[in-house]
């Protein structure tokens, strides 16, 4: 079993910045890639972002890449979202993942961000 605790959402304008960590617990973080999604209310739970275990590969959703970076520090059993040249289609209940035998385990509250226009 793996826990999962989202941080550092909030609100900001347009074009600002957040940092979004999620702490684990319960299992050997480094044996498992971790992942972002995000969720608006109505809609389906979509992917944002995944760093496999050592960090060394990143994938990205096409609506991110270049203004989002996903991290981690095995050491702090802690995945990173930075997030800049945010926009309003930003918002969302965002939350993270382990994914543990092919399969996203999330758990978390999440951490809402809000981007104003």
């Known amino acids: 079993q793996v826990q999962l605790v989202e941080s550092g959402g909030g609100l900001v304008q347009a074009g600002g910045s957040l940092r979004l960590s999620c702490a684990a617990s319960?299992?050997?973080?480094?044996?498992?890639?971790m992942g972002w999604f995000r969720q608006d209310p109505g809609k389906e739970r979509e992917f944002v972002a995944q760093?496999?275990?050592?960090?060394?590969?990143?994938y990205y959703a096409d609506s991110v890449k270049g203004r989002f970076t996903i991290s981690r520090d095995n050491a702090k059993n802690t995945v990173y979202l930075q997030m800049n040249n945010l926009k309003p289609e930003d918002t969302a209940v965002y939350y993270c993942?382990?994914?543990?035998?092919?399969?996203?385990?999330?758990g978390g509250q999440g951490t809402q961000v809000t981007v104003s226009s």
């Open positions: 993942a382990a994914n543990i035998r092919g399969t996203w385990r999330s």
């Open positions: 319960g299992r050997t973080f480094s044996d498992y890639a």
């Open positions: 760093i496999s275990w050592s960090g060394g590969n990143t």
